[in-house]
């Protein structure tokens, strides 16, 4: 059964750093999302992609934060100068349509140093 | 904006047996769809089962199923025959749909109720 896969499964790095999270949705999939999850808080939304563009975003998709689906497969997730408080569980989703079912990956733990 | 509340941290039950989770949320919207997702120790959540708000009939598959109870806003889920490979966290989610004025692409979650099931 096609599955969503996230890259790297746990990434550690420096406080002012520059990560980026990969996730390869499902081949068919047209739309996109992220979700994080800090510890002991709720999973919450952060953007949804389609078109190859941001089609809704939340409030913690500030500047800091940017996607971008550089080929065919992939769908990245970039934070240019991370700070603590965005260690947490990063999720990907995808479905195939805008009411579709979302399709998530098993997250990318972040930790920020 | 919308709410989802799941008020047990923690269920557990005896294999065979039946469990409810429970789930309510808050919104002023007529029409919503409601998920509970199923995320096993280091796994992706996956998609246990969907309600359509319009619809009054209560959704199941196999051995899971809903009591939809839309005055109440409610939505709790059962777990009939529970086996092992059923432990996992369960979350609620709610969505709008995007026609709606409110329209969302956004899965709105619930923290989540970790499902212990014993032998």
């Known amino acids: 059964e096609p599955e969503v896969t996230q890259t790297p499964s746990h990434q550690v790095t420096q406080m002012g750093q520059e990560v980026i999270l990969r996730c390869v949705p499902i081949?068919?999939?047209?739309?996109f999302y992220w979700y994080r999850q800090i510890l002991g808080q709720k999973v919450e939304f952060l953007v949804s992609?389609?078109?190859?563009?941001?089609?809704?975003k939340s409030e913690i998709f500030d500047d800091q934060f940017s996607v971008e689906r550089p080929d065919g497969s992939n769908f990245t997730l970039k934070i240019r100068s991370t700070k603590l408080e965005d260690s947490a569980m990063y999720f990907c989703?995808?479905?195939?349509?805008?009411?579709?079912?979302?399709?998530f990956g098993a997250g990318t733990r972040l930790s920020v140093l | 904006a919308q709410t989802v509340t799941q008020s047990q941290p923690e269920m557990s039950v005896q294999e065979a047996e039946t469990v409810t989770l429970s789930c309510t949320y808050d919104?002023?919207?007529?029409?919503?769809?409601l998920f509970w997702y199923k995320q096993p120790p280091s796994r992706q959540m996956i998609l246990v089962i969907r309600?359509?708000?319009?619809?009054?009939q209560n959704a199941t598959e196999n051995r899971f199923s809903v009591n939809f109870q839309k005055a109440a806003k409610s939505f709790s889920l059962k777990i009939s025959d529970s086996q092992l490979g059923d432990a996992a966290m369960y979350f609620c989610?709610?969505?709008?749909?995007?026609?709606?004025?409110?329209?969302?692409?956004?899965?709105?979650f619930g923290k989540g109720t970790k499902l212990t099931v014993n032998p």
């Open positions: 989703a995808s479905s195939e349509a805008r009411e579709g079912i979302q399709y």
């Open positions: 081949s068919n999939h047209l739309y």
């Open positions: 989610a709610y969505r709008s749909p995007w026609f709606s004025q409110g329209g969302s692409e956004k899965l709105v």
């Open positions: 992609f389609y078109n190859n563009e941001i089609s809704e």
């Open positions: 919104t002023s919207e007529s029409d919503y769809y």
């Open positions: 309600q359509e708000a319009y619809k009054q």
